[in-house]
């Protein structure tokens, strides 16, 4: 998988741009694997997320503000205190635990309200494609009613947090979909 700073390079079209990246979804869908992979860490160590992690890159005058906050139904309250001026919404979904599905869809509905994220292009990754048992994206994407998102762009990625596979297509959707700032 071609390295997050790789990538950016790429698509750097606006120098001196700052991009807020905010990486949500319940506890356990592997959100914090996700960042880890996107910017070429270790993942064999990954703990749940008390509170948030931020990862920032800066290249050739880009700089991508990734916030993956903690999915716990405690801390889930606090996720609209990150919601200020971000660019792309990125929701995971663990596509192996279909107890949770409604659970992470009734999340995906709240946040799709808020006012502050209004219009926001919004990536899911259906996470953890690797395992036997995953539900594919479409079937997910039909689920959770996402052909009926009239508001914004989105986007369904099927993904694996542990191989890479799907993040980096994923990511250049994300790039390609942010709205210019006002």
């Known amino acids: 998988m071609m390295g997050l700073l790789s990538l950016l390079r790429k698509l750097k079209t606006t120098p001196d741009r700052e991009v807020r990246i905010l990486l949500l979804g319940l506890d356990n869908a592997g959100k914090t694997t996700i960042l880890k992979k996107m910017s070429s860490e270790d993942i064999s160590h990954i703990t749940p997320t008390q509170g948030f992690n931020i990862k920032s890159v800066q290249t050739s005058g880009f700089k991508l503000n990734v916030w993956d906050i903690g999915g716990q139904r405690k801390i889930r309250p606090y996720w609209r205190n990150y919601f200020d ?72 990625q099927a993904c694996s947090a542990i191989s890479g596979e799907g993040l980096k297509e994923g990511l250049d959707w994300a790039c390609k979909n942010i709205k210019p700032k006002k």
Do not use: C, M
């Not at 808020?114 to 292009?121: F, Q, R, S, T």
């Not at 990754?125 to 009926?148: M, R, T």
């Open 85 to 156: 001026n971000t660019d792309v919404l990125i929701y995971v979904i663990d596509s192996s635990d279909k107890k949770r599905f409604e659970e992470t869809s009734i999340e995906l509905n709240e946040l799709l309200q808020e006012d502050k994220l209004n219009g926001i292009p919004i990536l899911i990754y259906a996470n953890k494609q690797d395992l036997f048992n995953a539900s594919p994206a479409s079937e997910i994407a039909e689920g959770l009613h996402l052909p009926s998102i009239r508001d914004r762009s989105w986007q369904i």
